[in-house]
């Protein structure tokens, strides 16, 4: 008896310990942030924009290839430049295709509400425009996507984009134009990580905040590398 107890025993005690090996380990390198402690991160850009399509591909990536998703509330307006004239007929700084694919992004946030899984979307699209039929094949929501492109809320979504863009305080200069809490950036993208880490004020880090590659990881951005308001006058 003594035997068949001890074995049972022995049988357990790997379950077990997986178990409480994986609650440590999750509750150890996961930062669950409060909603209100996320720092908001607004990005206000347009497509075909290749500085807003660099940063879009390159440095946002690092938000969603690291835990710094969790601390992170991620808001995308796809306007950026363009222009709402008195009857309402948008006008895009790098013509027709961005107008139609700043409102198929539009849409795609709509049919998304998880930053995760539109950025996803609108970063296939920026990494090759001309080949943005494809991530609409390929998003599982083709038809979703295309009948919001196709009728009247397309055109709804980016008035509204418009008029959240040029209500902003201070006015944006150029595209991308980021804000960290609602303050802008300006022309300093260097070490986004890093900043977002240093404006967050819960308790517990994410684990990349503390990593001693952390500005070592980030990629310079040039203050020039941006595409100014004025130059949309002349479209």
């Known amino acids: 008896m003594a035997s068949s107890s001890s ?3 022995f049988v357990l005690s790997p379950y077990l310990l ?5 609650l440590f380990t999750f509750s150890t390198n996961l930062v669950v942030a409060k909603e209100s402690d996320k720092v908001k991160l607004n990005l206000y850009y347009e497509s075909l924009c290749p500085y807003c399509q660099n940063f879009i591909v390159d440095d946002l990536s690092k938000i969603f290839d690291s835990d710094l998703y969790t601390i992170t509330d991620l808001k ?8 709402v004239s008195n009857n309402l007929t948008i006008t895009c700084q ?3 295709e961005e107008c139609i694919l700043n409102a198929l992004e539009a849409c795609a ?40 492109y196709n009728g009247d809320i397309s055109k709804k979504l980016i008035l509204g984009y418009a008029k959240e863009t040029l209500s902003l305080e201070p006015k944006h200069e150029y595209v991308p134009w980021v804000t ?5 950036l300006y022309d300093n993208y260097n070490n986004l990580a890093e900043q977002i880490c240093k404006v967050y004020k819960g308790k517990v ?23 100014y308001v004025d130059e949309a006058k002349n479209y």
Request: charged content about 25%; proline content about 6%; hydrophobic content about 30%.
């Open 94 to 96: 790098h013509g027709e």
């Open 18 to 22: 997986l178990a409480c090996l994986f």
């Open 205 to 227: 880090l994410p684990k990349i905040c503390s990593s001693s590659t952390l500005s070592l990881s980030e990629r310079k951005v040039s203050k020039f590398q941006v595409s």
């Open 7 to 9: 074995s049972t025993k």
């Open 180 to 184: 960290l809490n609602g303050k802008p």
């Open 109 to 148: 946030i709509r049919t998304w509400p998880d930053p995760k899984l539109h950025y996803k979307f609108i970063q296939c699209v920026e990494k090759n425009t001309n080949e943005w039929g494809r991530c609409v094949q390929r998003s599982g929501r083709e038809k979703a996507i295309k009948d919001c």
């Open 76 to 83: 995308l307006v796809p306007f950026g430049n363009a222009h």
